[in-house]
C-alpha cells in the first residue's frame, strides 16, 4: 500500500472542504433570508435553503476532521489498519473513503 498516495487524496479533499465552497456563503444565505420578504412559501424555501446549507457545513467538519485524523496516522504509520478489529482495511475501500477508521466488516458490524 502506497500511503503517499492516500495522502495526496486526503490533502486534495481537505482542500476543497476547506477552499472549495461553490455556492453563496452561509452569512450570505443567512442574512439573505432572514427579512420576511416574499410570501410565505418564499420564506420557508429560505429557511429551508439556511438548514440544508448548515447541515451541509456540519457534514464537511465531520469529514475534514476524520481527514485530520487520518493523515495523523499516516504520520504514525497506523494508517490502513482497522480501529475495532486491527485488520488491513481493503485497498478499495482505502480508494473510496480514505479517510476511514474501520474495515468493511466491521462498517457493518456497526450498522447492525
Excluded: F
Amino acid at each position: 500500500m502506497d500511503v503517499e498516495t492516500y495522502r495526496e487524496a486526503l490533502l486534495q479533499k481537505r482542500g476543497e472542504l476547506v477552499g472549495g465552497q461553490n455556492g453563496k456563503p452561509l452569512q450570505w444565505t443567512i442574512e439573505n433570508n432572514s427579512g420576511r420578504q416574499g410570501d410565505m412559501a418564499d420564506q420557508a424555501s429560505g429557511t429551508n435553503e439556511v438548514h440544508v446549507h448548515l447541515k451541509l457545513k456540519e457534514t464537511d467538519a465531520k469529514i475534514l476532521q476524520a481527514i485530520e485524523e487520518a493523515l495523523l496516522r499516516i504520520d504514525k504509520g497506523t494508517y490502513g489498519v482497522c480501529r475495532d478489529c486491527g485488520e488491513p482495511i481493503a485497498p478499495a475501500r482505502l480508494n473510496a473513503i480514505p479517510w476511514t477508521r474501520v474495515c468493511i466488516a466491521c462498517k457493518e458490524k456497526q450498522k447492525a
